[in-house]
């Protein structure tokens, strides 16, 4: 309970400094708190800007996309990286230079490649949300004691029931964190691939309303994201407690 109650009093001392210091700044520039009400249902209304329900579908779409193709392909890699030692030795340090590497770097080559469309994005949310699911199945691979693995080998378990039974109850906690990231990141990726260059999306009305300087409804639009990310990373913080819950 005292969590909430510090976390609304910091939330309501931010709007508040937001209000005073938007209130001396240049209106066109500096929107406040006060403002985004009026700006939201200009934004839902329709009537200066893209329909926003149609570019919203279309980014949920791509990112469930790129989720998912970064789970399967992460938790394939990973898995055979991890159980072979001598690849997982070999391939580990070249995933986490890419991994540490600014990957906004990649979009331009990715938008070269896929065009403008939601291909690009995709691509760069999966690249994002592929790397996170591959070094987390890794380390969790290296949490498994090699003696309960022995211990059930020797008792008669077969491949399957040791992984069901020993490891993946070993790794899940770090499994669920990297599937939480790496659903993080994909947001990320397709939202800043949308900003970067798109013809539709969340991202690209994003651009549109600062393009044409609607900083209020430009900034309704980013409390609309914001709101959306915090949703997404909730529900993967949710899954992972009972994850980590089951695995104890």
């Not at 469930?64 to 690849?87: D, P, R, Y």
């Not at 890794?138 to 309960?148: K, M, T, W």
């Not at 409390?223 to 949703?231: D, E, G, K, S, W």
């Given at each position: 309970?005292?969590?909430w109650?510090?976390?609304?009093v910091?939330?309501?001392v931010?709007?508040l400094a937001?209000e005073v210091?938007a209130?001396?700044?240049n209106?066109?520039?500096?929107?406040?708190?006060?403002?985004?009400p009026?700006?939201?249902g200009r934004v839902?209304?329709?009537r200066?800007?893209p329909?926003l329900?149609?570019?919203?579908?279309?980014?949920?779409g791509e990112?469930?996309?790129?989720f998912l193709?970064?789970?399967?392909?992460?938790?394939w890699?990973?898995?055979?990286?991890?159980?072979?030692?001598t690849?997982?030795?070999?391939?580990?340090?070249?995933?986490?230079?890419?991994?540490?590497?600014?990957?906004?770097i990649w979009?331009?080559?990715l938008?070269l490649?896929?065009?403008?469309g939601?291909?690009?994005?995709?691509a760069?949310?999966?690249?994002?949300?592929?790397?996170?699911?591959?070094l987390?199945?890794?380390?969790?691979?290296r949490?498994?004691?090699?003696?309960?693995?022995?211990?059930a080998v020797?008792?008669?378990?077969g491949p399957?029931a040791?992984?069901r039974?020993?490891?993946l109850p070993?790794?899940?906690?770090?499994?669920a964190?990297?599937?939480?990231t790496?659903?993080?990141?994909s947001?990320?990726g397709?939202l800043?691939?949308?900003?970067?260059?798109?013809?539709?999306?969340?991202?690209?009305v994003?651009?549109y309303a600062?393009?044409?300087?609607m900083?209020?409804?430009?900034a309704a639009l980013?409390v609309?994201?914001?709101a959306?990310?915090l949703?997404v990373?909730a529900l993967?913080a949710l899954?992972?407690a009972?994850v980590?819950?089951?695995?104890?």
């Amino acid at each position: 309970m005292k969590l909430w109650i510090g976390r609304a009093v910091v939330l309501v001392v931010a709007l508040l400094a937001w209000e005073v210091a938007a209130s001396m700044l240049n209106p066109i520039l500096y929107v406040g708190p006060s403002r985004l009400p009026a700006a939201l249902g200009r934004v839902l209304s329709v009537r200066y800007l893209p329909p926003l329900g149609s570019h919203l579908w279309l980014t949920l779409g791509e990112v469930v996309a790129a989720f998912l193709l970064a789970v399967a392909s992460g938790l394939w890699v990973g898995f055979v990286l991890g159980l072979q030692k001598t690849l997982g030795r070999i391939y580990e340090p070249l995933l986490a230079v890419l991994y540490a590497v600014p990957s906004v770097i990649w979009y331009p080559s990715l938008m070269l490649f896929f065009g403008l469309g939601p291909a690009s994005k995709i691509a760069f949310g999966f690249l994002l949300g592929f790397l996170p699911v591959t070094l987390s199945v890794l380390a969790g691979i290296r949490q498994v004691p090699e003696s309960l693995v022995t211990v059930a080998v020797s008792m008669g378990a077969g491949p399957g029931a040791v992984f069901r039974k020993v490891m993946l109850p070993a790794m899940a906690g770090t499994l669920a964190g990297g599937l939480r990231t790496g659903l993080a990141l994909s947001v990320v990726g397709v939202l800043v691939g949308e900003v970067l260059g798109a013809r539709a999306g969340l991202g690209y009305v994003l651009t549109y309303a600062y393009g044409l300087l609607m900083t209020a409804e430009y900034a309704a639009l980013v409390v609309i994201v914001a709101a959306a990310v915090l949703t997404v990373d909730a529900l993967g913080a949710l899954v992972e407690a009972r994850v980590r819950r089951w695995a104890d």
